[in-house]
């Protein structure tokens, strides 16, 4: 069990609990959060990757986690103004209730 | 494998856990930050300092309280009646388990090929300001111009419509 | 003979971890300038308290506190044993768990900060390579802080009080950072000790602080507005405008925690004065380079002091905004002025030595200034507020 | 006479000559200006008028006197400047303008007399409402009129032409909510155009002979030596050359503008019309054109007489003129409308001037011409002040005694009605006319004509003295009382009075100016003019004969101011031949019972063949149509549309089998997602690992 394997580990149950979350919660904003640790997860995932890959001073990894944290707070930006206005019509967060995109 | 390492594992998992798992919003916001935190000093941990910082001031600074935002926006605050769970829960959940098992199996099937432990690299903060601006210029210019439309885009979204605005 | 009393802490911390198994070193050494910093500044803090009274006092044309101690030198003392006997009330339906970690999270994050601050020569507990970024992160993580205490006490006034503090430092970090941000651009570094290194030179025994450069000037003045705002400082205070909201965030916290508060709150001034003077100021160097000799930290600190007395001297004179009003001058001047100012700093950068540059970067930067302020004037933000909730 | 004209070298026009396209151009501008303007911009329009017309008579001086001082010096002007219009392959379409002694007193006197009825016009037109239109519409005239004069090309002359027909016909008609006047103008329009078409004829003919429509190009022009020999070889029908035939043609379109007799019926009509239009244009000006017309061409109307051939050419116009003459004149003596008297005796002078053209040449013609243009002006501002004292009455027997009450309008109408009566010596109506008689005297071809003259002559002395009594003499028989014009209308009358008695002066016998300036050789004062042997006794005999006219009248309808309802003196006297003259001789009716009468059979069977024939085809082929659309329409419903509909229904059905999966709930879909995931990594490994 090395340490890489760890941090893997954790990434991979990070995510998966986020997974759980986005999947079972009703509040939309709670989705959300789920889904920020996903991106976290995966994040912590490159950061181990480029901590011992072959050639760190390519810095591929951390680059690429740098870029990926800067995407999910704009993510979170336009997430979380959708999900206000959406309350602003619909008056509820409550994913359950929101299948007005029923086929 | 030191104690930093699971102790900064357990704080993070117990973060998360608690974000996911309790009933009021604000709290689920706040153990969420705790969790970030945690990832940060993971980051920490894996020698990647400006990553970690750069997740603190991100996430702890900016997205948690966005989050706490929306949620007092959203009067989220109180607990609906009928559970926080959505009634497909169950199905969620297996789903979950069944990728984490996937996840973790695919981790286990390739640990011998994993690299083992190499020697901390230094990177200073020069070297990644240079590696922005030289060979990752392209996806920084992008990520500006994304932002850029985030923010206009967020802001139009949840803009407040007057009366006889759009719709 | 100089040497020594420049470098008299550094030598105190040294013969006292020589006494430790050269294992431990390090984690002591941390762990004593840690313990010196938690006592220095609350001492300084009550110090200031006193300062503040008095010199509200001398403004407002009264006596300060006069009563306890020479010139109510031990009024501090007095108020704290007060607050430390007093009684510790949670309100009923407060939320027990967040309304106690607030004021713990909102000065530990406070505390953190000075981890990065050079107070001296040598004297930076840890000297990061991305210090400024560190101390940023610190910095966001109080406003989750003021937003515990304010949402945990269950109580319209402190969620009222709190909402407005987070935006507002929210608004004003923006401003913070891009201020900051020239300054980098320019030193070419995140750590502050190189930073100040950057500023110690000397011509016509004039030191090179930035502040002496038309961008520099410009972002010590955007920098010195957005720390007032972010230590909700007057006239920023409205998060505790105790004529709109009983005392903000902190209104259900009393005894110890408020205590704790209160102290956060100076510790909070404490360090971001510290990081105007490392940044814009020179940190510890000395202003004139015959001055060299008189130890760094005293310059620190006297800077320090110095900025500490014009919060309190803007506090006394300055009349309190109104929240639209803050936020327009944070988004529609100070920021703009930022950005702005990033821009002239690339010039200023670029266009080498020589009298050019700070002929254009000035003119720039005052045209900019004008212009903006005029439009911002012909268009009067001054009128009915409106409120603007999701439901 | 005419092989004397000694063309000047051609050393590039002068400038004058350059400049004289801007005498028609800026009337007709300023038509175009006028025209833009709103309807209450009277003065202005009036002004702007004025000033333009004033600035032709400025630039028409210049030119006069240019001439005038080349004269003088002994040359004869003649400068043409062309350029060309239209390039089609080999042949081209020039068009220009010519500066000679004809055109130069031409412009004079169109541009003077026009510019004197612009300002009587500003006060007869006081009170009308379309002010602006009607100075809009004479300014254009004006320009259009300057046009002919001044045009070097047969083409560029029936534009203009055709632009004062236009104009004339919007004139008469101008107001036009009365239905005579829009009828007379249509008629107008319709009876010139008769005569147009031959002239047209005529234009296409010459181009087809000589390939040119200038008059003078160098030698290369239609009525130049070369080209006029190669018409003289062209033999036509009835033993004309192709020269005398195309100067039939010619004259056609002439005796439209001219209302010479076959074609003369449009021009009493034409009074409809405002009376400053009538003074221009049906009395000085326009109805003068086809005269000038003639003038212009008569190198191609008497090519064949000096070629030693028939003389038909002239013959016809002589003819013409001389019986047009008598016969306007008789219906005139019966009419009692004041305008239409004078329009007939515009059509007998004008009859005149074709035979004099005919018989005389283009001197005695165009003298004629010219003098007549000021007199006759003259009489119908004096008519037309009348009218306006009368407050709008046109009737001769309802008025009376109005030499006390409009004194002025009076002695000017006396010298006008003197004028065209050709009253001996003093009046320039006597030697112009007395010119006619004495060149139909000196006709070789035939006498009739002198004494067909010499009757018309008695013919208008005759009735202008009857309708002079009528309107000055005996007693006031109207309604509302009389008063005297404004001086804004009278003026003009006094200034056109002083040159009817004037302009006599120059064409005397003794001093033949006129003829000597046009034909371009020297002349002098010397009264061995008179001494030619018969120009003593024609001209006592003539006098004596205007004399006779006056006497009748005078006996007749002196001072004795009938009723207006019993019946004329004459009409008492010889009552049939009376009620012939008074319906004017019944041509109307004629032309009514033939060409009209003709047109509307044709027309109905056109209409017939329309309805029936061709309606009848074309309702067959849109029969054809729709069928061939109603196949169509049930093709696409039935077979296109039917297998579109099955292929709609059966993509709904399926997309609703889909939709099922589509819930709407955005964890169903993640948990899909996650479920691919699954599955994808499940593989990989698998495959990785095998």
Known sequence: MTTLAGFLLVAALLFSIGLAGALTRRNAILVLIGIELMLNAANLNLIAFWRYGPHPEALTGMMFAIFSIAVAAAEAAVGLGLVISIHRHAHTTDLDLMNRMKG | ?167 | MIETADQIFVLLLHWLVSFLPAVLQPVASAVLCAAAIVCFFPALFALTTWLERKGLGRIQNRLGPNRVGPFGLLQPIADGIKSLTKEDIVPFSADAAVHFLAPIVLVVTVFMGFAVLPMGRNMVLADLDAGLLFYFAMGASTELAVFMAGWSSRNKYSLLGAMRAVAQMISYEVVLLLSSVVVVMISGSLSLTKIVAAQNQYTWGLPHWYIFTPWGLAGFVMFAIAATAETNRSPFDLPEGESELVAGYHTEYSGFKFALFFLGEYVAMFSISGLGTTLFLGGWTAPFSFLTWVPSWIWFFSKLMLSIFVFIWLRGTLPRLRQDQLMNFAWKFVLPMCLLNLLVTGLWRFLGDGWLRWVVCSAILLLAYVGIALGEQRKKHIGPRSYRYAE | MQETISFTPQVGPSAIAQLLWLIPAVPIVVAGVIALMKQPRRKAAATLAIGALSFSLLLSLFAFGYVLSGWMSGVATHEVVNFTWIQVGASQVDLGWVLDPLSAVMLVMVSFVGLLIFIYSTGYMKHDENYTRFFCFMSLFAGAMLGVVIANSLLLLFMCWELVGLTSYLLIGFWYQRPAASAAAKKAFLVTRVGDVFFLLGIVWLFSQTGTLLFYNHGLGSLEPLALAGLLAQPAALGLTAAGAIGLLIFAGAAGKSGQFPLHVWLPDAMEGPTPVSALIHAATMVAAGVYLIARVYPLMQADALAGGTTTALTVVTWVGASTAVFAALIAVAQNDIKRILAYSTISQLGYMMAGLGMGGVAVGMFHLITHAFFKALLFMGAGSVIHGCNEEQDIRRMGGLRTKMPWTFGTYAVGMLALCGFPLLFSGFWSKDGILEAAQHWSVAKTPFYMLVFGALLTAFYMTRQVAYVFFGHWKGGKSAHESPAVMTAPLAILAFFAIALGAIGTPAWPWFRAFLEGHATSFDLQGFAEPGLLVLMVSSSLVVFLGLGLGWLFYGNRSPKPEEPDVLERAVPPVWAALRDRLYVDEFYAATVIAFYAWWARVSDWLDRRIWGGAVAGVAWAFRLWAQLNRSLDNNIVDGSFDKGCEELTVSGGLLARVQTGRVQTYLRILALALVALAAILIWSSRA
């Open chain 2, 1 to 167: 494998m030191n104690l930093v390492f699971y102790l900064l594992a357990a704080l993070t998992m117990a973060g998360g856990l608690a974000a996911m798992l309790l009933k009021n919003t604000v709290h689920c916001a706040l153990a969420l930050t705790v969790a970030f935190a945690g990832l940060a000093m993971l980051y920490l941990d894996l020698d990647a300092q400006f990553a970690g910082f750069a997740q603190l001031l991100i996430y702890v600074g900016a997205v948690a309280i966005l989050v706490v935002f929306a949620i007092l926006l959203t009067k989220g605050s109180e607990t609906p009646k009928d559970g926080v769970f959505s009634r497909t829960w169950l199905a969620g959940l297996a789903v979950a388990a069944a990728v984490f098992a996937v996840l973790a199996w695919s981790i286990l099937q390739s640990v011998s090929r994993l690299s083992q432990a190499a020697q901390a690299p230094t990177v200073t903060v020069q070297q990644i300001g240079m590696a922005l601006i030289s060979r990752y210029v392209l996806p920084l210019e992008i990520v500006a111009v994304l932002l850029t439309v985030a923010l206009i885009g967020a802001v139009i979204v949840a803009m407040h419509e007057k009366e006889g605005g759009a719709q």
